[in-house]
């Protein structure tokens, strides 16, 4: 009998022990995108819940949300998109909404979670005009300039004097973890001025470069930011070619390949749809592999990294935030909770769990970047696996054995690459 009591003992002291050990070695954080944060919108009225309008009240309802859940994260992730699109009328939109705007924002993170750091990537709706972001960056100094100025609260010095002059910025999150902030507006296909001058976009890279090389030297692990997705294309009824030159998708998955091992994941938003998609490496036709030559030979390698794109909180489809736990000694993600937007007919807002990774993806064992690979893989054979995924994410009807599948899947194998995605979609119509 005593030894019983004693092994009971034992073994509850020992499953303790983990517990214990399991939730300490924890971190959490937020990641929110494209909020379109619309200052003059009613959340009681149904014309103002319209896509890319989300009303102050129904953020405000998501940020209380996320403090209820947890009020002490590590930091929270911000992947662009802060200002509401399309103008309310001719007045709306000017520099000085969007200032307000991306104002308003801030204050009600501070309010809530006045010791978290915030970090955000810029959008292309976050400049007056849309879309087009001047490569000459002293033509939105009055955005730096102000941004760097309100985000102060969070960012130091350094980071600053970047956001300050370019909207790119780097920041410490947690002791062993950094996150590079890109402007992906200097990146992205549908901005005309960069064609013409790509000054500002090769700044940018080497810029990126120089910290991938610093995070390493510092031996701190790095997770990337930004809005356009780097590697892939958007699809909803069609393809739209949202994200990166090809150019500069290329770039970017080199430089990822060399920085691989010190790179964890990348979170993006801008597409307003839940996927994830790999990155693969390149093999060259040289030896030494270097970013600055070329000598490519292909880039559907191993799978070297990962893109997170995230649901939009905002009512394009149903608004969703996430929250993500990580390993603080390796920073490699372990779960995330995704919440989901419900409104009852009082109107009152709520945000109850929409679905938890380890429940939703029960055949992956973890979150590295072959693992998403053979989830993926998985899904070309597994229709239920797909169907549940195409659930999840949302927008598109896209039945499992069609050509919308083949595409889906092919943009997530292959995204990373021109030429792969081009010769994953030929193969399989
Ligand atoms: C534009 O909309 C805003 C917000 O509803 C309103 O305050 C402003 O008066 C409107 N301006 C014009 C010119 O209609
Ligand atoms: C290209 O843009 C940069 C600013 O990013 C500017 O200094 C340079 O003069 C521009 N080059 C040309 C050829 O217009
Ligand atoms: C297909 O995927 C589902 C969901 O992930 C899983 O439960 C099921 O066992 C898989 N079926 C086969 C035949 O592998």
Not at 266 to 275: A, L, Y
Not at 314 to 329: G, H, I, L, M, Y
Request: hydrophobic share 40%.
């Amino acid at each position: 009998m005593q030894g019983l009591i004693k092994l009971t003992l034992c073994v509850v002291l020992f499953i303790s022990q983990i517990c214990f050990c399991s939730a300490s070695d924890r971190g959490t954080f937020f990641w929110a995108t494209d909020m379109h944060v619309d200052i003059w919108g009613d959340s009681g009225n149904p014309e103002d819940m319209i896509c890319a309008w989300t009303p102050s009240s129904q953020l405000l309802s998501a940020v209380a949300a996320m403090k209820e859940q947890n009020a002490d994260p590590d930091f929270i992730l911000v992947s662009g998109d802060i200002v509401h699109f399309p103008p309310r009328n001719s007045s709306d939109l000017s520099k000085q909404n969007i200032l307000d705007t991306i104002s308003s924002f801030t204050a009600w993170m501070v309010a809530e979670f006045p010791s978290t750091k915030l970090v955000p990537a810029l959008g292309n709706h976050d400049h007056h005009p849309s879309n087009n972001w001047p490569v000459d960056v002293d033509d939105s100094a009055w955005l730096y300039n102000h941004l760097a100025d309100i985000w102060s609260v969070w960012l130091e010095p350094d980071a600053l004097e970047t956001l300050g002059r370019t909207g790119w910025f780097s920041t410490d999150v947690a002791e062993g973890l950094r996150v590079i902030t890109l402007n992906t507006n200097f990146f992205t296909v549908y901005n005309t001025y960069l064609p013409w001058n790509t000054t500002i976009a090769d700044e940018q890279f080497t810029w990126f470069e120089g910290e991938l090389e610093r995070a390493l030297s510092d031996n701190v692990k790095v997770y990337i930011n930004g809005h356009h997705p780097a590697v892939g294309v958007h699809i909803e009824g069609g393809v739209e070619v949202g994200g990166l030159w090809p150019l500069y998708q290329q770039k970017f998955t080199m430089l990822y390949q060399t920085y691989a091992d010190n790179i964890v994941a990348s979170f993006w938003g801008h597409d307003h749809v839940d996927e994830a998609r790999v990155v693969r490496g390149c093999s060259y036709t040289g030896p030494n592999p270097d970013v600055d030559s070329s000598g490519v030979n292909s880039c559907g390698g191993d799978a070297v990294g990962i893109a997170f794109v995230g649901q939009a909180l905002t009512n394009c489809q149903v608004p969703a935030f996430r929250e993500w736990s990580f390993d603080k000694s390796s920073f490699e993600l372990v779960d995330y909770d995704q919440f989901w937007f419900q409104e009852d007919e009082e109107g009152v807002m709520t945000w109850p769990l929409q679905y938890r990774w380890s429940e939703a993806y029960t055949e992956m064992d973890d979150m590295k970047p072959e693992s998403w690979r053979g989830e993926i893989e998985r899904m070309q054979t597994n229709a239920t696996a797909f169907d549940a995924f195409i659930e999840r994410r949302g927008l598109i009807e896209c039945e499992s054995g069609s050509k919308c599948q083949q595409f889906t899947l092919c943009n997530y194998l292959f995204g990373s690459g021109h030429a792969e995605f081009l010769s994953c979609l030929w193969d399989s119509f």
